[in-house]
């Protein structure tokens, strides 16, 4: 497809495929991430955890006092959705965020 918002933006997926409270894995300019949907808002990380391999995409989306985050499916390590934080053990390193913008029914994701 072509690349209509401008250079560093991929076209990941169809915004109505991804379903709210739920994650899937998709391939944005070559490379694997997984996107979350929390009501409006959409989210792009690392597709894995970095605590141990584990597909994020698999996780639970919660959101607590408006703010979202993934459940790690393996192990319920958490992290934050809109900045990666590790919210609780046994996770430790933050996960890779990615800036996402939702147009013409396409989520972009600007990998960097
Ligand atoms: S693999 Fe994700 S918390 Fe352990």
């Known amino acids: 497809m072509t690349n209509d918002m401008g250079p560093g933006w991929s076209d990941a997926a169809a915004a109505d495929d991804v379903w709210d409270g739920a994650g899937i894995e998709a391939q944005a300019g070559g ?3 997984a996107l979350f949907r929390s009501g409006e808002q959409v989210f792009a990380t690392d597709p894995l955890c970095t ?4 597909r994020l995409c698999d996780g639970f989306v919660e959101v607590d006092a408006g703010k979202a985050s993934v459940e790690c499916p393996l192990h319920q390590g958490r992290f ?3 900045d990666g934080r590790p919210l609780c053990e046994p996770v430790t390193e933050p996960l890779r965020t990615y800036p996402v913008r939702v147009e013409g029914g396409r989520v972009w994701v600007a990998l960097g």
């Open 31 to 33: 490379r694997t991430v």
């Open 51 to 54: 605590h141990g391999n584990a």
């Open 80 to 82: 934050d959705l809109a």
